[in-house]
T-cell receptor
Framework: NAGVTQTPKFQVLKTGQSMTLQCAQDMNHEYMSWYRQDPGMGLRLIHYSVGAGITDQGEVPNGYNVSRSTTEDFPLRLLSAAPSQTSVYFC?????????????FGDGTRLSIL | AQKVTQAQTEISVVEKEDVTLDCVYETRDTTYYLFWYKQPPSGELVFLIRRNSFDEQNEISGRYSWNFQKSTSSFNFTITASQVVDSAVYFCALSEAFSNSNSGYALNFGKGTSLLVTP
């Protein structure tokens, strides 16, 4: 029962570096999303995907790219890391539908940008 | 505008006390879904409950209970006889069936309530 798997769990980057946060799910869920969690801010949606080949922006998309080449994988790319992107990142997936299905979250990636 | 408000930032109780976490939401949709998630100190997000807007029946699961009131747009969460293991951040979230269809029906989270239960 892997569910949603995120790698790495921790990462430290220098300003300007790029990296990819990996997310994979084995539940055949069509919908996947990325959130960031900052102290006192709750979780905010970065990007989401409703199926392979389809992605769109969420509330805070600037500085991030995504792609969805398979149902299982939904990587998040930081193009040029900035200290403001220091956060905990969560990937989630759920069955399609009209938002009535609960989202299943990965364990998160704690990212620090120096 | 914030769609989900959790006014209590932090709550501290002594073990065995009852505690209620408040959640107030805002939506124009007639069909929507409310969720509670728990985030223990280990950091993962654990789904607790979902409530549909057309079902106002309250729910009880062991020491947990949820009071959904459409008239006051509230979906409050009560823990009875709290335990140290209940210490966590609790998030209330809203998914609207129509208004956020352009976000794939994403979850709108409140800012969370940090609950500390001390022995």
């Amino acid at each position: 029962n892997a569910g949603v798997t995120q790698t790495p769990k921790f990462q430290v980057l220098k300003t300007g570096q790029s990296m990819t946060l990996q997310c994979a799910q084995d539940m055949n869920h069509e919908y996947m999303s990325w959130y960031r969690q900052d102290p006192g801010m709750g979780l905010r949606l970065i990007h989401y995907s409703v199926g392979a080949g389809i992605t769109d922006q969420g509330e805070v998309p600037n500085g991030y790219n995504v792609s969805r080449s398979t149902t299982e994988d939904f990587p998040l790319r930081l193009l040029s890391a900035a200290p403001s992107q220091t956060s905990v990142y969560f990937c989630a997936s759920r069955e399609q539908g009209y938002g009535n299905q609960p989202q299943h979250f990965g364990d998160g990636t704690r990212l620090s940008i120096l | 505008a914030q769609k989900v408000t959790q006014a209590q930032t932090e709550i501290s109780v002594v073990e065995k006390e009852d505690v209620t976490l408040d959640c107030v939401y805002e939506t124009r949709d007639t069909t929507y879904y409310l969720f509670w998630y728990k985030q223990p100190p280990s950091g993962e997000l654990v789904f607790l409950i979902r409530r549909n807007s057309f079902d106002e029946q309250n729910e009880i699961s062991g020491r947990y209970s949820w009071n959904f009131q459409k008239s006051t747009s509230s979906f409050n969460f009560t823990i009875t006889a709290s335990q140290v293991v209940d210490s966590a951040v609790y998030f209330c979230a809203l998914s609207e069936a129509f208004s956020n269809s352009n976000s794939g029906y994403a979850l709108n989270f409140g800012k969370g309530t940090s609950l500390l239960v001390t022995p």
